[in-house]
């Protein structure tokens, strides 16, 4: 049956503002907005920054900033047109997404609960132990890969529509699995990085459709963008209070001796409050552990920068997947194999700089700086009008606006989803007739 046809309407050729792609200024605001927000938190700050380590992070974030803005361009407007692709290809290259990425979603269930020990029956700490006490394999690396090709099954569809491709429900109702299912397996594992990674993407993606569409973003979408992000932000309160539950602490007890509590406690009015009500205190307790979940990595990367002893990795932590895949096909040659460093701390974030400096120390300022650049030209790729690059400009822009929380390269499998990315950019460009 085909799957596919072709709209006959007509689409004026036009240009839009996609300002809201910009990892300039998302980058730029999301760290205002923290700086802003970190005065007014009911938190006590068990270890303060030092005035060294503030300094080197503000000129690793300019150094950053300077080099995405040189890689981005200064504009923020693209031209939207019709019959960009040829459809006949469009439409092979949106089935062969979705099918591998479906693909892959059957080899990870396979790599997870029949070689590597994950189970339905086991909580989220058996199941990670499960699978770190494990070893990966070229077959975790195949499925790991197709499985983040087919995060992307959606977005791609969504683009192919607004090229006046129709694609069929059974096709959709295939990469909504994909997406489904993948994240769910990351949930499993107590991985909250990638549902909200995944989930960004897509809202940018559909705020990107509104606007492709020619439509302005009126009171309605802001209201289902900001309810989103509510959504995201239960649901990861939902997460923390279960994974407490497992380990038989209530969740105030939680925010006070937890890995995120060394360095934010809550105020000692906040405590207090906690008190009058068990049941209230707990939910509380519950969105508080979501602030420190947001705000802990900035002083955890103060320690980091103060503390910090060893090697440096030189990509062991930002370009872990490379080096990872020579290690396997290479029999553990270059094996990307994370070093214990002393003054490092496990279990937190040290927002998006602190991989990179464990991989380059002070000389993290001039690499971001050329970092910065390679992330910005899929959005001056887009601003020009090649819209196969929305992938990556979506999942570039969720990394900017997770900028002073976690550097996605090192959580999510975030250097999966990059390089799939890529590839769908790349693979674009082949198929475009205009």
């Known amino acids: 049956m085909n799957t596919y046809s072709m709209n006959n309407s007509s689409i004026k050729v036009n240009k839009v503002n996609i300002r809201f792609l910009s990892p300039v200024v998302l980058v730029f605001y999301s760290v205002l907005i923290f700086f802003a927000c970190l005065p007014l938190l009911p938190v006590e700050i068990q270890y303060p920054m030092s005035f060294d380590a503030l300094l080197f992070w503000l000129l690793c974030f300019v150094g950053f900033l300077v080099g995405v803005r040189t890689g981005a361009g200064r504009e923020f407007s693209m031209p939207i047109q019709e019959h960009r692709f040829d459809p006949k290809k469009l439409h092979s290259m949106v089935s062969v997404i979705v099918w591998v990425g479906a693909l892959g979603v059957l080899l990870l269930i396979v790599d997870r609960y029949f070689i590597r020990g994950v189970s339905l029956g086991a909580d989220v700490f058996q199941n990670r132990e499960a699978l ?3 070893q990966a394999s070229g077959f975790s690396a195949i499925a790991a890969f197709a499985s983040s ?6 977005i791609v569809i969504w683009i192919a529509e607004t090229n006046i491709l129709i694609v069929s429900k059974w096709l959709k109702i295939l990469a909504s699995l994909n997406v489904f299912i993948a994240v769910y397996l990351s949930i499993q594992l107590g991985s909250r990085s990638l549902l909200l990674v995944v989930a960004l993407a897509h809202l940018l993606t559909w705020l990107f459709i509104l606007r492709a569409r020619g439509l302005r973003l009126i009171f309605r979408h802001k209201i289902i963008a900001i ?7 239960i649901i990861s309160t939902l997460m923390m209070l279960s994974r407490v539950d497992l380990m038989g602490f209530s969740m105030q007890e939680s925010v006070l001796n937890s890995a995120y509590s060394y360095t934010m406690v809550p105020s000692f009015e906040v405590r207090e409050s906690f008190d009058d009500n068990f049941e209230i205190g707990e939910v509380a307790a519950g969105f508080f ?3 420190q979940y947001i705000f802990h990595g900035i002083f955890e990367f103060g320690l980091l920068f103060t503390y910090f002893q060893g090697e440096h990795e030189w990509g062991g932590r930002t370009l872990w997947l490379p080096l990872k895949l ?6 553990g040659i270059a094996s990307g194999e994370q070093a214990i460093n002393v003054g490092e701390r496990y279990g ?16 993290s300022p001039l ?10 030209v899929p959005y001056r790729a887009l601003r020009q009008g090649k819209i196969e690059w929305i992938p990556a400009v979506v999942l570039i822009a969720a990394s900017s606006i997770l900028w002073p929380v976690v550097n996605i390269l090192s959580s ?8 799939c990315s890529l590839l769908i950019g790349i693979a674009g460009k082949k198929i475009r007739v205009s």
Request: hydrophobic share 60%; glycine share 16%; proline share 2%.
């Open 412 to 419: 999510a499998s975030g250097s999966y989803l990059l390089v």
């Open 132 to 134: 770190e006490g494990s």
């Open 348 to 363: 937190v974030y040290t927002t998006f700089l602190g991989p990179v400096f464990i991989d380059f120390g002070l000389l």
């Open 367 to 376: 690499v971001l700086i050329f970092y910065g650049w390679l992330l910005g």
């Open 227 to 233: 309810l989103s992000i509510a959504g995201l932000a």
């Open 149 to 154: 090709l087919g995060l992307f099954s959606l």
């Open 326 to 331: 020579i290690g396997i096909f290479t029999g």
């Open 289 to 291: 552990s979501l602030v």
